[in-house]
């Protein structure tokens, strides 16, 4: 997939250009400094394609999801209004992923620095040979990076209910997790209640996107009693437990008003602000585990230095 970044400002760029009266193709050729497959895109915007079909050729720079709802949004004639959603969320995700990296550089750096100074009192005292200390500097690093080798393999080949599985059970990292879906999910219906889809389409949709499989069951159970019997969604969520009861009563308020548009914004809003917070929770906490790596790796270094001083002096005490 292409770069959160590079998305944002793709989204951005083609949805004000639009919004402008600019034609799609022109606005695509427009955004190929971005990325480069905005000119092929066009190119077959240019042979009748609709805009999300032309996007759908190239799936891994586009995700999946996106393309659906930009399908959706041509068939209401709300595509820059979507463009700009998509925008927003993408900008967000990198947002959350700068936050992260940022409060980790100093410390991943200094974790990395331990792992060369730590042993080099042992090579200096001849206690360690050349050899002896490159494996104790590459056995850290080998164990730290396999490590960060087989969380990123698991996070791209689980499936979405595996991942949430485990996820959902890390201390700090589950509720920023349940956050982001919820974001997800509100995200997705703003979008889908300005179409002409129905509200139990609309809540199908909401689930395939979230990755959260509670939050997903719900919605999907809503969405069969609503198609099934009418009855409006805000009656049925209370049911599953996903929602708190403030969310239920403003759902409910908007379905009598007509502003679910307006309501599924506030939510999205709230929960995008919720997981911001968590995000910098997480952020607080992972420089911690990194320090306390740092402490460890000395300790045990100098109790490999003290080990044969403490076994002379025991010998000198006998």
């Not at 971005?34 to 586009?62: C, I, K, N, Q, Y």
């Not at 993408?90 to 959350?96: G, I, P, V």
């Not at 996070?155 to 700090?172: I, N």
């Not at 585990?289 to 109790?303: D, S």
Request: proline share 6%.
């Amino acid at each position: 997939m292409a770069a959160d970044r590079d998305l944002a400002v793709f989204y951005r760029t083609l949805a004000e250009m639009l919004r402008a009266g600019v034609i799609t193709s022109v606005s695509l050729d427009a955004c190929a400094h971005v990325l480069p497959e905005a000119g092929p895109v066009a190119r077959l915007v240019e042979r009748g394609r609709p805009l999300s079909a032309a996007l759908a050729a190239f799936p891994r720079v586009f995700p999946a999801d996106h393309i659906r709802l930009l399908h959706i949004a041509e068939q209401s004639g709300s595509v820059d209004a979507t463009l700009g959603d998509l925008a927003d969320y993408a900008a967000e995700m990198l947002a959350a992923r700068r936050t992260v990296m940022s409060r980790l550089a100093l410390p991943a750096l200094v974790l990395h620095l331990t792992f060369f100074l730590a042993p080099l009192p042992g090579l200096v005292l001849g206690q360690l040979s050349v050899a002896g200390y490159g494996w104790a500097v590459l056995q850290p690093l080998a164990l730290l990076w396999g490590g960060l080798g087989a969380v990123r393999y698991f996070a791209r080949r689980a499936s979405p209910e595996q991942l949430d599985a485990v996820l959902q059970r890390v201390p700090a990292v589950g509720p920023a997790w349940r956050d982001l879906q919820r974001w997800r999910m509100a995200s997705a219906l703003r979008m889908l209640v300005r179409t002409s889809l129905g509200m139990p389409a609309c809540l199908r949709f909401a689930a395939g996107v979230c990755a959260d499989t509670r939050v997903a069951r719900a919605l999907l159970h809503a969405a069969d009693v609503t198609e099934r019997t009418g009855t409006p969604a805000s009656a049925v969520l209370p049911s599953t437990g996903i929602l708190p009861a403030d969310v239920i009563a403003l759902w409910r308020n908007a379905e009598l008003t007509g502003g679910l548009d307006t309501m599924f914004t506030r939510l999205a809003n709230r929960y995008a602000e919720d997981f911001r917070a968590r995000t910098h929770a997480v952020a607080a906490w992972l420089p911690r585990i990194a320090y306390a790596f740092v402490v460890l790796g000395v300790l045990q270094q100098v109790f490999k230095l003290a080990g044969p001083y403490l076994g002379h002096f025991d010998a000198a005490v006998r």
